[in-house]
């Protein structure tokens, strides 16, 4: 969430309360059915250098 998509105060609030909302759904399906959630974060760079390699 870089930038709020609305002006003012309570849609800007709003916009970042529906949002954790939804993480925290995502989060709960992955829980509920026994998915392990990726914590890692691969930068672009080093996904092309492990591509390349295989």
Request: proline content about 0%.
């Amino acid at each position: 969430m870089g930038r709020a998509r609305y002006l003012g105060l309570q849609t800007t609030h709003l916009e970042h309360v529906f949002s954790a909302v939804a993480l925290n759904l995502i989060r709960l399906d992955a829980w509920w059915n026994g998915h392990a959630l990726d914590r890692t974060r691969v930068r672009h760079l080093a996904s092309l250098d492990l591509f390349l390699a295989a």
